[in-house]
């Protein structure tokens, strides 16, 4: 027997979903915009939370609007394709300033509005989906949410437009030429994703195909032929994981056609990035993000900046001009090996790439520092890195964060000798629960 209840949406939860509150706990439910009453079937539960989807919608809201993708609400990938922008965007700047209040603690911190997109569809400049087998046919799309179930899409609403014509050419030639998709049950078959680079400022796209084997019959004339039926293609990578993970890429590739890697640029720096380069997905808010870093740091030519988590060194590369000396950190050995070569690639000769840990670096004696920005990954920094910061006190903080609630905690703790100027939200995930934030702090 089905378990309906009614209720009304009182709050949105970190991810996106609608909050209803009743005497049994919470239910989350997908798709609930703030003020809509439903009724409501339990799908899961446990003590005191639950789990809904709409069975009746009985109130909607006047930002309510019908998605442009079909398979939107069973994807999971776009939580507000149903919503209007405005509203994602209020979501996003109220998501920001609830972490700062409720996780760090820290009281009447004004959040600015969320930096938004004028288009918020065909942003992204990176697409990795698995291939399967659905009625005897190649398939592609993206895992139902929690599962690994492939919903075959034929155009993803976020993606780049110029991905969606390789990824259809690509299953159409995997059955002309009898290669199968990768069976994570039977553990046969080769492809298990594709994945799909582009830039936006050459045009040019790389197609990176993760396999379960070393090679196969035919591959040769396989990429022949997908290069001559999709011109635009400019470089074709072959990744080898034969490992039974959820991650991705493997270790071992090969290039098989151009030159292993695409070009893109931000504010007229170039950067080359390979099949494993960390590079902001988003190339029309990145260059927002980072304008804004640059005018919050208030850098002047006498000045030591330390670029932490630096990943392939792309806001160092950017400050450079504008200060002294750089020295950059990043534990990843590719990364540094990319920002190394694109360093050299524009000519900058005031920055220092390390390899190293960040924590380990900043608690080693380092240089002192007149300003540190620090991009860590989504799970935060470290205590031990804050702490090291407080005691070699630079006189300003950049920290950008993709995720407010280890932001919040962070801050939390930089506040002790550190005051918040600016926080600045930006859209860099469209029509998903994801917000980037930059935050300036300055040395009280």
């Known amino acids: 027997m089905k378990n309906i209840i009614k209720g009304k949406c009182v709050d949105i939860s970190s991810e996106g979903k609608g909050v209803i509150k009743t005497v049994y706990g919470v239910i989350f439910v997908d798709s609930l915009l703030l003020g809509e009453e439903a009724e409501i079937e339990v799908t899961y539960a446990r003590k005191g939370v639950s789990y809904g989807k709409i069975v009746k919608l009985l109130k909607k809201s006047p930002d309510r609007i019908n998605p442009l993708c079909p398979i939107s609400t069973a994807c999971g990938g776009c939580v507000f394709q149903n919503a209007s922008y405005e509203y994602e965007l209020r979501y996003k700047k109220h998501k920001v300033e609830e972490a700062i209040k409720r996780i760090g603690h820290l009281e009447n911190i004004k959040v600015n509005d969320v930096i938004g997109m004028e288009d918020p569809f065909h942003y992204r400049n990176k697409i990795q989906v698995p ?6 046919h190649v398939v592609y799309g993206f895992y139902k949410a929690n599962t690994h179930k492939i919903i075959p899409i034929k155009e993803c609403n976020i993606e780049d437009k110029k991905a969606g014509p390789i990824l259809k050419e690509i299953a159409s030639l995997m059955e002309e030429f009898h290669i199968d998709p990768y069976n994570e049950d039977t553990r046969k078959g080769i492809v298990r994703h594709v994945l ?3 830039s936006r400022s050459t045009d040019e796209v790389m197609v990176v195909f993760v396999t379960n084997a070393d090679t196969f019959n035919g591959r040769n004339n396989f990429v022949k032929e997908l290069v001559a039926r999709r011109k635009e293609i400019s470089t074709i990578i072959f990744n080898i994981n034969k490992r039974d993970t959820n991650v991705i890429l493997g270790e071992n590739e090969k290039v098989v056609y151009g030159k292993g890697y695409i070009t893109d640029e931000i504010l007229g720096l170039k ?13 029309i808010q990145v260059q927002k993000l980072y304008s804004r870093a640059i005018e919050y740091a208030r850098l002047n030519k006498d000045d030591v900046v330390l670029d932490a988590y630096a990943g392939v060194c792309t806001i160092g590369l950017l400050v450079a001009p504008h200060v002294k000396e750089v020295i950059s950190v990043e534990t990843v050995k590719s990364a540094v090996i990319n920002g190394i070569n694109n360093a050299k690639l524009n000519s900058i000769n005031n920055i220092k790439i390390i390899e190293d840990d960040c924590t380990l670096y900043l608690t080693k004696n380092p240089p002192h520092f007149d300003v540190v920005i620090m991009d860590p990954p989504r799970k935060g920094s470290t205590s031990e890195f804050l702490n090291a910061l407080l005691k070699t006190k630079p006189s300003r903080i950049i920290y950008i964060s993709c995720e407010p609630s280890t932001l919040a905690r962070d801050l939390e703790i930089l506040s002790k000798d550190y005051q918040i100027k600016e926080v600045q939200p930006v859209d860099m995930f469209s029509r998903s629960f994801h917000v980037e934030t930059i935050v300036s702090l300055q040395l009280k």
Request: glycine share 4%; hydrophobic share 30%.
């Open 271 to 283: 950067f080359n990035i390979s099949s494993k380069s960390f590079f902001q997905v988003n190339p």
């Open 196 to 198: 799909i680079r582009t």
């Open 131 to 136: 291939f399967g087998k659905e009625n005897k």
